[in-house]
């Protein structure tokens, strides 16, 4: 008996591997404490190699705007909306508002680029809640994203709407066992 193999060649339109579709993931809480468990995952598979990018909308304080990312590792970049404080109000002024506006898009405009494989989500429930990024506008992007790209969206209080397109999710409770 005679077995012959097809090799695809790299002009072939046959793909070697087939193409993973990218997940979203949703963490959420009732409680803010749990961005540890997140951040850990994010840096296991940035040191794997694969391209990550963590966004905190309502974290400021250190000057850090997406023109000024901290880099954790080759892999591994981490924004922050440019702003002296953290948010935790949904009453912004107006510097406030369109700094996270800006942070909302320059997000979006990466993820389009297909610049990174994961990209973590922090606090975007609660930017949801206040009023400052559309639901609408969370639920179109995450539909336009490119196909192999994962999102982890984190936050206490998530909407219905985003649980509903979630392919996975996470709630972390406390317990009250000693």
Known sequence: MVAQLETPTLNSDRRLLPAIEGLVQVFTS??????????AQALRIAGQGTPVLVVQFLKGGIKQGHEHPMRLGQHLDWIRCDLPRCIDTPHLDETEVQSLLRLWQHTQKVVYEGK??????????????????????????????????????AGPEMPQALLDVADQITEIRRSDRP
């Open 116 to 153: 990174y494989s994961l990209v973590v989500l922090d606090e975007l429930s609660l930017a949801i809640n206040f009023g400052l990024i559309p639901q609408s506008e969370v639920l179109d992007f995450l539909e336009k994203r490119p196909s192999h790209v994962d999102i982890i969206l």
């Open 30 to 39: 009732t409680h803010r404490s749990f961005f540890t468990t997140v951040m």
